[in-house]
C-alpha cells in the first residue's frame, strides 16, 4: 500500500501538485483522471521517487519512499512510465525477465514467471521476436509484462504505478490489459492507474481521483466521481451519464 499525505510538488518555480492526499490500497485499482497539464504524470513521479515533493510525504508499506534502498523498493514497487524505450535487439522474453533482476528467486522461477508475465499482457506469441521488430502496441504490452513479471503474482506488498498503459493499444488489447491489472490487483497488489478513457475507467477502477490543475477536484468510487457535473468543471465536456446495462457501473456519452 502507498500513502499520500499534504503532497506539493514544484517544478520550473510552479506548484504542479498542491494538497494532494490518497491511499492507494490493496486489492484496488486507483484511477487518476485530468485534462492536459492537470499533474498526473507529475503525480506519478512523485510516487515512483523519480521526483522530490517540495512538502508532504509519501510512504510505500509505512516507510518513507527515501528510506527505501533501490533495490528493496524494486522488489515491492514497479513502475510502467508513459513510454518506454530500448535500443538493442533483445528478444522479448529478455526484455521481460529484466523485471526479475531485484529478485533472487532462480532461473527456473523466473522463466515461469515470465512465461506468465507474457501470457497475461497477451503477448506470449512475441516472446522469441526482436523488441525492435515490434510494433508501438506490441511493445507496451511488452513492457506491461515486465513490470508485471517484476513483482509477480501481484500479492500484498506490491504496488503497481502505471502511466496510460492503453494509449497505444487497439481496443481488444485496451481491455486485455486493464483486465490484466484487475487480476493483479485481485491477487492483493495495490494498483495505481493513469488514464484518459473516462469509461474504461468507469469499468476496472475501484477509486478514481480527479485531478484539476494540480488539485484533487474529487477521489471516491467511479459513481461518486464521474459525474455529469464534474466531468463539465474539469474536462469542459457536456455527458451523459447512464449506469452500464449489464455491469452497472457508470457509462459516459458525450452529448
Known amino acids: 500500500m502507498m500513502e499520500v499525505e499534504d503532497l506539493w510538488l514544484s517544478r520550473g518555480g510552479v506548484d504542479v501538485l498542491q494538497a494532494i492526499d490518497l491511499r492507494v490500497r490493496a486489492g484496488q485499482v486507483l484511477g487518476v483522471l485530468g485534462p492536459n497539464g492537470a499533474g498526473k504524470s507529475s503525480l506519478l513521479g512523485a510516487l515512483s521517487g523519480e521526483f522530490t515533493p517540495s512538502r508532504g ?17 524494486a522488489r515491492h514497487l514497479a513502475v510502467l512510465p508513459q513510454a518506454s524505450s530500448l535500443g538493442f535487439a533483445f528478444r522479448v522474453e529478455e ?25 497475461a499482457a497477451d503477448a506470449e506469441h512475441l516472446a522469441a521476436r526482436s523488441y525492435l521488430a515490434l510494433s508501438g502496441g ?12 517484476q513483482l509477480w503474482p501481484g500479492g500484498e506488498g506490491a504496488t503497481l504505478l502505471l502511466d496510460e498503459p492503453t494509449s497505444a ?11 490484466a491489472v484487475r487480476h493483479f490487483a485481485n491477487q492483493g497488489a495495490a494498483v495505481l492507474l493513469i488514464v484518459h478513457d473516462l469509461n474504461l ?8 481521483l480527479l485531478l ?10 467511479p459513481t461518486e466521481v464521474l459525474t455529469r457535473q464534474a466531468l463539465k468543471a474539469v474536462f469542459d465536456i457536456d455527458v451523459l451519464v447512464h449506469a452500464h446495462p449489464e455491469l452497472g457501473h457508470p457509462l459516459i456519452i458525450a452529448r
Open 138 to 149: 506490441e511493445r507496451q504490452r511488452v513492457h506491461l509484462a515486465r513490470v508485471l513479471a
Open 57 to 73: 510525504r509519501v510512504t510505500l508499506l509505512g516507510r518513507e519512499l527515501a528510506q527505501w534502498s533501490g533495490p528493496q523498493r
Open 201 to 208: 475507467a468507469a469499468r476496472y477502477c475501484d477509486q478514481v
Open 95 to 119: 526484455v521481460v525477465s529484466m523485471g526479475r533482476l531485484p529478485h533472487d528467486s532462480g532461473l527456473l522461477r523466473d522463466r515461469e514467471i515470465v512465461e506468465a508475465a507474457l501470457q
Open 212 to 221: 484539476e490543475r494540480g488539485r484533487s477536484h474529487a477521489c471516491g468510487a
Open 169 to 179: 493499444l487497439d481496443p481488444r488489447h485496451q481491455h486485455t490489459t486493464l483486465q
